[in-house]
């Protein structure tokens, strides 16, 4: 099982743990794909911050 299908089930379980039960395996999937595409642009901004902090610690 991949990281993408075990968070779309953890993310089906939290939501039906709340109430909600209309998303579907697929719309889950997606879900959990876009979340970790946020998580990769996030430490990409993340690692260019700190690129350019030391570029201007080291100027």
Not at 8 to 16: H, M, P, S
Not at 32 to 45: K, P, Q, S
Request: proline content about 0%; charged content about 30%; overall charge negative.
């Amino acid at each position: 099982m991949s990281v993408k299908m075990i968070v779309a089930k953890i993310l089906t379980d939290e939501l039906t743990s709340i109430g909600i039960r209309s998303l579907t395996v697929q719309e889950s999937e997606r879900i959990a794909a876009h979340i970790f595409e946020r998580i990769t642009d996030l430490e990409l901004e993340l690692a260019a911050r700190a690129f350019a902090s030391a570029r201007r610690d080291r100027d």
